[in-house]
Every structure is written in C-alpha cells, then in structure tokens.
C-alpha cells in the first residue's frame, strides 16, 4: 500500500518539487503535495487533500508518512511552513533550517554541533581561556581564580584570588584554586602548602593575605618577632635580647628553656672600659666588681665574684680587704667613704646606669632609686629600683600588652611603644594603627564596596566579597557583580548566580534564550520581497530597511499600493494595478493552502487560509 500510494502521490507532482527549488525555496524542500485521492490495498478510495507525503531535510533526512489518513511524521507537516510566516514566501530563508522546537517548527540557524570538550557557544566552535570546554567555563573567573588557561577543554588555574592557593584536584593534575585556612596556607600562584598553627616553632598563627604564614605564639626555645617563631640563640634570647651587648659578657650561651643568658666568661675590659673590671657573678652574669663589697672581682674570665661584706670587708680593687667605714650603707671607693649617685652603698652601683637606670640618684639608705629607664626599658612592677627589658607584653609599662590591641597581628615594641606591622584579616594597617574594614572602606586603598551592582556582601581579606546583586546584575564565582544583560558568559539580572549561555541561546534582557541569529551575517543574506538588508535583533532577523515601493512598520516591509498599504505579507499584484495579492508562487500560498480574500469597507484584505479550521470567512 505504502509503495503504490507514494508512486501516484510523487509521479503526478515531480514537476512541483522542481518548480519549488527554481523559485529558491530554501530550508524546507517539498517533493510532493496534495492528491485528490488514491485507492489503498483493500480497494477502498481514501482522500489525501492536503497530506504531505515526504519531508526532505536539508541534512538530507527524509522524513515519511506511512499510511494515509493517519499519524503524519511531524505534528502538523501540512503547517511546517506557515510557522515561518515571518518570511515572504512563508518558507524558510537560505542559510536557515526547518527545525523541530518545543514551541513548534520554525526556521532557525543549523544545529552546531561541536566536537567533545568544545565550547559551543553564540554560534561559533571553540576553546579559550574565556570560553572553555563544553559548559563554555571562563578560566579567568571560574572557581575564585584571577587567571587560567584552557588546554584541551578544562581550565587549569595559573592564578588564584587574594586569600586562595593552587591545588592539584586530581590523578591528572588539574590546578583549581582552594581557599586558605590557618592549617593549609599557600600563595597565589602556588601549590605548595604550609600549617601556620605548626610552622617553624609556632604553637599557634594564621595565614596572611599573601599566602604567608604569620606566627602569634612560639614554642618554648623560640621568641616572636615580626610575625615569626626565631629559635634562641646567643644574639637573640628571649627577654634577654642580645647577651653580647650585657656588660662584661666575654663568652656563654642562651638558656633555651627560659631565654635566659648564661655567661660562662667575662671580659677583663677593653680600652674604653679601663675602669671597669668584672667576675661572674653566681656563675652566669658579669658584674663591675672592683668596688663592689657583694660581687668582688676583677680577673674576669671564668674567676667568680667574692662576697667580702660577708666576711666584713669591703672590695678595693677587685679584692676584699678589711676597711672600716661610720656606716655600712657606704661605698668605700678610691680610699674614701661616701655615697653619690655614681658610687651608692656597699655595691658602690652607679645609679645613673646600674639596673637599666637612665638616670637616678642613691638615698640615705645606700639604695639607688631610678628616675628614669634606659631606652628599651621600663620599671620593673611595683619596683623603682629595678627597670627590665621592653616586650610585645610589657611595652613601655608592665601593663601594655601590644598582642592584645585592636587589629593586631604582629609588630614589635620600641622605645616603649607599640609599632604594628601586620593586622588581622578583617583590619588594615593605617599610619602605625589597625583600623576595622567596611563595605564602604575596605583595604588599602578604602575601597568602597557598596558601588555599581553591589548589594550585599562583606570586605574580606581587605577584599570586596559581593554575596548578591541589584537588580540587571548576576554574581559570578569570583564574588564579583557584572552588568547580566546580555553577556553569554555572566548572563543574569535577579541579582544572584550569573548563568552561562551555551550552544544557540544568547542573553537577552540577562535570560538565556535560544536565538536564530547571534549577528548580522546570517540576516543580512536573507533576500525577502521588500527587504534591503537584513539585521539581527534580540537573536531574530527583521529587515535593515525596505526598498522602494515597501514600508518599514513594526518590523516588517509592507507593499504601498498606490496609496493602499498591503497588510503584512501581501504584495502588489503588478506595478499597472493597484492592488494587494497574497504573497507567494499561485496567489502566495502553499499547495495545502487557500488564498482568502475579505472586504472592509472598501479596503481588500489578502491572507492564506492556515487550516480547516480557520474561522476565516472566504468568498464562494
């Protein structure tokens, strides 16, 4: 049945099909139309008005019917062609193709089909470290990276965000970027990693801005200075400081334990200290001991310190020698017996540098009181005969605890004042102070966030964080608000995730529509009647102009009739009369088709009939 009825159907209408392509009717191509009827295989006469036998796509897919009366191939194929009815011959323009969508069929681009990994994106095929693999990711932006590139369809990350690492995903090695936390701190353009909690001595730290690890808090053996854990050593002891620049060290070590400086040999003094001579002093500090009647000595080196006022004597000359003063709270120097400031009680200190001091005087008691501390030094608590080393805890007064300030990260005390080098993630360092980040101030340059499509977010990391948008922005992966409009690549306009637009959609008013055009190219080859030129707008092609005798209104050319103006797409009849006619091969319409015409008025009106069920009224 099927063979007999397709022979009567494409033998009586072979010239048809030629007639169409010599008219150039691209797109669609129809190699038969309607039949009266045809007898079937049980003899019985069955009417194909209107069926269409055969389909022929310009991938060169057919596309049959297998029995008439009965489900066609497509859901209506006789009404393929009406649903173009945007073009002049209601058939589908060169270049474009008769496509099945879930509206319906309708003339669209061809179907662009790229190979595996390929980004397929506003009709082109393609790799770039813009538009990568198939999901057509930016490598630039994707995954809170600053820059990456595109090998053979996925992004590998050459450099991440402030505040993120590179790290290796995978067996395959594929670099994506990780955010930095205390325990796992890397820089930027690098995989490698440390944990700032355990990092060279530290017990306890965080990791900096630049992927830098900055201690807070150092084992034991170790001491904190701008940001790190040092190890103690002879030139860096704790509290102790540097135990070569001590009066009288000759040689000795650092207490690592304590950090604590250990002399194990003093100095017998050099040119510039002609006057002073030193002893050990309980075997681990060197003291001037030529005058003093408690620590007796002078030999330097390993000899240690005599107590002479023990046995009643006083020390003369690095030795303890029986000499009688009125009062023992006296310095007995230089064969006399007084105090001074610069000669004060049994020690014969001198107030003026003894203990730290600065500058002091010595009392009725033989006692030096400090007046003032020498630089790096302040009065020990609750005791102005003593002054003791500055630290980050103690600075300047033994309640001035720098680590405990606002913002503070780490710096160091001098001369009794706290200088902050590093503040905490959330503050920034201004003039030798941390100040507090905002939206509205954040980071080095007070950065104010709250600009373009910024609506909400935070300044972390001194870095504008976005976490939604306003209105006809999207908010991509790196945190930051773009105009979602009409970028294939960040398209959006709730303010929330941008979306990327891939294969033959386009962004339109910041939604991902499926367009028929992306540019001009394709329009501009369409050859309408009344077209002069073709144009792309809002992924549909509409005519750049009209030529002479049409009318451009809303978007489509009209024929002007003399001073009649056609309805969309009707055409004049010829240039002697004036007229409108269906547009199109034997009164403008499709085999399947009739051409109707109605009176308003005086004024005629053209169109073709789309189905049987078009309430249309025609003329007998």
């Keep these: 049945m099927k063979t007999r009825w397709k022979q009567r159907l494409t033998s009586g209408y072979l010239s048809l099909g030629f007639v169409l392509l010599a008219l150039g009717l691209f797109g669609c191509k129809w190699d038969a139309s309607k039949h009266d009827a045809f007898v079937n295989d049980d003899g019985e006469v069955e009417s194909c008005e209107g069926v269409l036998s055969e389909i022929v796509m310009r991938d060169g897919t057919v596309c049959k019917r297998d029995d008439c009366p009965g489900e066609k191939c497509a859901p209506n194929c006789s009404d393929i062609p009406l649903l173009s009815v945007a073009f002049e011959r209601n058939l589908c323009p060169k270049n474009l193709f008769c496509d099945e969508t879930e509206t319906g069929w309708r003339c669209s681009p061809p179907s662009l089909e790229c190979v595996e990994n390929v980004c397929n994106q506003a009709g082109e095929c393609g790799n770039r470290d813009t538009r990568c693999g198939k999901e057509c990711i930016n490598c630039n932006t994707a995954n809170q990276a600053v820059s990456g590139e595109c090998r053979e369809g996925v992004c590998t990350i050459t450099e991440c965000a402030v505040g993120h690492h590179k790290e290796k995903e995978d067996e395959n090695g594929i670099i994506i970027c990780t955010k930095n936390t205390h325990e796992s701190c890397g820089k930027t353009d690098s995989t490698v990693t440390k944990n700032c909690t355990k990092d060279d001595g530290a017990d306890r730290g965080i990791c900096n801005l630049d ?302 529509v499926e367009v028929d055009c992306f540019d001009n190219n394709v329009c501009s080859r369409f050859s309408q009647r009344g077209w002069s030129g073709g144009r792309c707008t809002n992924g549909k092609c509409e005519p750049a102009g009209c030529s002479s005798s049409y009318t451009l209104i809303d978007g489509t050319c009209r024929a002007s009739c003399g001073s009649e103006l056609c309805n969309a797409g009707a055409y004049c009849n010829n240039s002697n009369k004036a007229d409108c006619r269906c547009a199109g091969n034997d009164g403008g319409c499709m085999p399947s088709q009739k051409c109707c015409v109605t009176r308003t008025g005086n004024k005629l009106e053209y169109r073709c009939l789309l189905d049987s069920n078009d309430t249309h009224i025609c003329p007998p």
């Design 211 to 512: 992927g830098t690890c900055l201690a807070t808090r150092c084992i034991s053996g170790y001491t904190l200075s701008t940001g790190k854990c040092w190890p103690y050593t002879v030139n860096n002891c704790g509290d102790s400081g540097d135990c070569r620049e001590l009066p009288g060290w000759g040689t000795g070590e650092c207490n690592t334990i304590d950090g604590i400086c250990e002399a194990t040999s003093c100095k017998t003094g050099s040119e510039e200290e002609s006057e002073l001579a030193y002893c050990l002093q309980e075997g681990k500090t060197c003291v001037d001991g030529r005058h003093n009647a408690l620590f007796c000595g002078k030999e330097g080196g390993k000899q240690l310190c005599q107590d002479c006022a023990d046995e009643g004597m006083r020390c003369v000359d690095g030795e303890c020698k029986s000499v009688v003063c009125d009062n023992l709270t006296l310095c007995y120097k230089d064969s006399e017996c007084r105090n001074d400031k610069d000669r004060c009680g049994l020690q014969c200190l001198n107030c003026t540098t003894a203990n730290n001091a600065k500058d002091g005087y010595c009392n009725e008691s033989g006692e030096c009181v400090i007046i003032a501390c020498r630089d790096g030094h302040h009065f020990a608590e609750n005791d102005r005969a003593n002054c003791v080393r500055d630290t980050l805890e103690a600075c300047g007064l033994p309640n001035n605890d720098c680590s405990k300030l606002e913002g503070w990260l780490s710096g160091r005390c001098e001369n009794g004042k706290c200088t902050v080098e590093m503040c905490e993630p959330d503050y920034r360092f201004d003039e030798g102070v941390c100040i507090k980040n905002s939206t509205t101030s954040c980071g080095e340059n007070e950065t104010n966030c709250e600009q373009g499509g910024w609506l909400e977010g935070s300044c972390f990391n001194g870095q504008c964080q976005a976490s939604k948008c306003k209105a006809n922005y999207c908010l991509q992966e790196n945190a930051v608000c773009v105009d979602g409009l009409s970028n294939v690549g960040a398209c959006g306009k709730d303010g929330g995730e941008c979306r990327v637009c891939v294969g033959r959609d386009a962004c339109i008013d910041g939604v991902c």
